[in-house]
């Protein structure tokens, strides 16, 4: 049974680019969340998806934007792009329900020029 | 989701346990105490939860207070690939429960 998977593992773009980045749930889980990590830093929440609609979000500009597809995968968009976003961005499922544990992937690295 | 409070780092020695504290002095009743460690260039992995009893499984246990102010995360005998960053994080637990505030978390180094 596959994990969280992310893609690409590691880029690095120039600043004002634009870039996606794509994570594919764990088997059974529905909804996406999605966190940027600064070095050293924990975890920020960026927002949360499911039944492709945002549901819940965190303090980030309207430059990050997502999306979930039919099939629970996900994509993060982030637009003109600052060195400041470079960072781990790391993507979490989970099924709907309570008492469910969130599992991460292992991040896709940005580097931004 | 109520924030918690973590020592920066901590070093245990091999084959001893591991005792990392964290503090939730603003727990709401509905709120879970969950702890995920990350190995470097990882992603987070979770380890253990709990909402007012003690739990244990196989990697870990979680002893929390009776008033839900602070718990500890116990690792029966710390192995080197143990050393991480563990965050102790505390989130509502309902169906858009998504949302996970993470603190720095605790270096932990296990030496030999």
């Known amino acids: 049974d596959a994990g969280v998977t992310q893609s690409p593992t590691h880029l690095i773009k120039t600043r004002g680019q634009q870039v996606t980045l794509r994570c594919s749930p764990k088997?059974?889980?529905?909804?996406v969340s999605w966190y940027q990590q600064a070095l050293g830093q924990g975890p920020q929440f960026i927002f949360q998806y499911y039944e492709e609609e945002e549901r819940q979000r965190g303090n980030f500009p309207d430059r990050f934007s997502g999306h979930q597809f039919p099939n629970y995968s996900s994509e993060l968009n982030v637009n003109a792009l600052l060195l400041g976003d470079s960072a781990l961005y790391l993507c979490?499922?989970?099924?709907?329900?309570?008492?469910?544990?969130?599992?991460f992937g292992e991040g896709s690295w940005l580097t931004v020029v | 989701d109520a924030k918690t409070t973590q020592p920066p780092s901590m070093d245990c020695a091999e084959g001893r346990a591991a005792n990392l504290p964290c503090n939730h002095s603003?727990?709401?009743?509905?709120?879970?105490v969950y702890w995920y460690r990350q190995i470097h260039s990882q992603g987070p992995q979770y380890i253990i939860h709990?909402?007012?009893n003690n739990e244990t499984n196989e990697m870990a246990s979680l002893i929390i207070t009776e008033d839900r102010k602070s718990s500890t995360l116990i690792l029966p005998h710390a192995t080197l690939r143990d050393t991480a960053v563990y965050y102790c994080?505390?989130?509502?637990?309902?169906?858009?429960?998504?949302?996970?505030?993470f603190g720095d978390g605790t270096t932990l180094t296990v030496k030999p």
């Open positions: 088997s059974g889980h529905d909804t």
């Open positions: 603003t727990i709401s009743g509905n709120e879970y």
């Open positions: 994080i505390v989130r509502v637990d309902n169906t858009n429960a998504g949302k996970s505030t």
């Open positions: 709990g909402l007012k």
């Open positions: 979490a499922s989970q099924p709907q329900g309570v008492g469910n544990t969130i599992y």
